[in-house]
């Protein structure tokens, strides 16, 4: 991923602190706790919100299908009707009033550029030079990859059989993955520019992501899959396939005509259309090797296709990523609850220790860390892998139906965010910053 610092200052550190995210986070915790019901039908019934200027109440909003006491807990929090279902899963086909939604529009179409921009960054890692190639070079982050998904996942099923209640169970992939954003801003706090350990936690975080959309794909269905429908997604690819044959420069019609198809066989299947994009950026022309994630294309400037795409969504995804924030992150604060623990303590504790354990293990049989790290710069890394925000928020939609479950454990991802400063302190307590080019955990 290439970091624009060749454009406007503020902008370019507006994009490089994820002020956008942060900013809608605190909007829409705001709202979520003076004005709930206000906030919900911005949210999810946002066409009558926008007719009615806002002033008609929540009658208005029941009439429309969004019944305000489901969408609050009501007479019965834990059971949603069918309509609200759908309304809190982003999924289904009822109406124009939910497909005009903000929620709609944010996560099951905005979302989908933030996904093709992650898949981007995975096709980009397997070329020459990348973080994926050749093979043997990532092999040990590759395994703190696989314990950084596993980890989290036995933490939570642990802690839920513990302190937990049954119907939380199906929230086991929420703390699956990483915020490379987020984690990318933190690991250069605490490392310093140019340390191992930030190419290490890098790529440990787009494999985790790559696993993460697979487990959104194939445990998180909007309803029932329909896998038939599925299919649709082929033409979408054999069209981007021949796109790239035919030596086509711009990502237009790659995106527009070959991710239409995918898009409506993953929505019509009931699988997110959020991942609409993944099968498709691959087959987009790139550059012969890889710079490497984040590199700074004030030195160079790609101008292939597959850069492109990125260049030219990146600033609008960066900032649509408040409006992802404030269609998601507006919940009660009365929802925290044990699982909102169970969430961040997954996040936390399974992401440190599966990461350490794995990729520990495989120095023991030959497998190196990466020449100038050792066991502290390992133990902070899997710390600040447990950053989960993104995409933690998401898959906690799609996890849990029930609002009063989704606000939850949207608690306990937007906590997650806490465990920047803790892995700053930890840094500092073993001095990370030391850069030692000994290699290997001591």
Known sequence: MTNHGSGNKVVYLLQEFSIPLV??????????????????????????????????????????????????????PDVLDDTDDHIASGGGH??????????????????VLFFGIAAKEIAEACLPGGALNPVSKAINPLLGTIGGVVGPVVVYLVLNQTIGEEAWTRGWGIPTAT???????????????????????????????????????????????????????????VIAFLLRKKNVKSWV????????????????????????LVPIVPFLPGPAYDEGMFSDDTKTIESDTLNNFEHDLKKFVDFGLFFFAFANAGVELSNINNLTWIVLLSLLVGKTVGITLFSGLGTLVKIPLPDGMKLKHLVVAGVIAGLGLTVALFVSGQAFKQIDLQGSAKMGALFSAGIAVLAIILGKILGVKDRDQSGGPS
């Open 23 to 76: 900013l809608g986070v605190i909007a829409a915790l705001a709202m979520a706790n003076t004005y709930p019901d206000t906030y919900h039908r911005i949210v999810h019934d946002t066409y009558s919100f926008i007719q009615s200027d806002g002033h008609d109440g929540d009658g208005h909003a029941a009439e429309h299908g969004v019944d305000s006491g489901d969408l609050h807990g009501g007479e019965d």
């Open 94 to 111: 009822h109406g124009l009033h939910h497909f005009l939604s903000m929620h709609f529009i944010i996560n099951d179409l905005f979302m």
């Open 179 to 237: 915020d490379i954003a987020l984690a990318w801003l933190v690991a250069r706090l605490v490392f310093g520019n140019g340390h191992p350990a930030i190419s290490f936690l890098l790529l440990l975080a787009v494999a985790d992501d790559g696993i993460g959309l697979m487990i959104i794909a194939i445990f998180y269905p909007t309803q029932d899959p329909v896998w038939a429908n599925a299919l649709f997604i082929i033409p979408g690819m």
């Open 253 to 276: 019609p790659y995106i527009v005509i070959g991710g239409a198809f995918s898009w409506w066989g993953l929505f019509s299947a009931h699988l997110h259309p959020a991942l609409a």
